[in-house]
């Protein structure tokens, strides 16, 4: 695993940006697994601005999404279709039809699912994967104790989960309870993984996951078991873990 220590958010933002952009460089046709959350707006803006200035072509990349609420359509402001549209697809020159997240409002769970990992492996899997890191150590909506062998899948989001998103929404009650989700198992056939990391809240948990045991009761843990792995933090967020890059 290689490790870049960035000293705050923009820095962070910026060296994500940096990787994401040599992807899109060496391969101008791959496939970028994309994520929703906070933590990747920084850099979804700086791989924007690099855009306006001419330096990258998003017209023969694809994208897929970690995952989605179920139930929500994707014209609803909470939705993480329309939060990428927003953040990133709206302003660059990505074809939306080669833009992929999870239906949120097909009823069928298990058509959903099953209907998503064959997007995935149409398009010859994902060849870099941007991740953020829940603090209870979920990656996409891979709670703890979630089976790695697992591809796409309906999950019940936790009490945790729905009170971190409820900032989002009017109030908890308005948040999904469930939602279409990469499994583990999809996350680690990635040809490379990033996982972006920002903040002291976070310090706690990227040491389990990248020192501790191996246990599905801290998702990301199994993230040691990858060949290509890229973690990108903060000096907050790493501290405790690599103090010395």
Known sequence: ???????DYYHVSRVAANII???VIMKPDCVLGLATGSTPIGTYEQLIRWYEKGDLDFSQVHSINLDEYRGLSPENEQSYRYFMNHHLFDSINID????????????????????YDEIIRAHGGVDMQILGLGHNGH???????????????????????????????????????????????SIMQAKKIVVIVSGESKREIVKKAFTGPITPEVPASVLQLHNDVILVGDEAALADTFQNH
């Open 1 to 7: 695993m290689r490790v870049y220590c960035a000293s």
């Open 139 to 185: 990656i996409g909506f891979n709670e703890p104790g979630s089976a790695f062998g697992k591809e796409t899948h309906c999950v019940k989001l936790t009490e945790s989960t729905i009170s971190a998103n409820a900032r989002f929404f009017a109030s908890a009650d308005d948040v999904p309870k469930e939602a279409y989700t990469m499994g583990i198992k």
């Open 96 to 115: 939306k039809k080669n833009t992929f997240v999870p239906n949120g409002m097909e009823e069928d769970r298990e058509k959903a699912c099953r209907d």
């Open 21 to 23: 952009s040599a992807q």
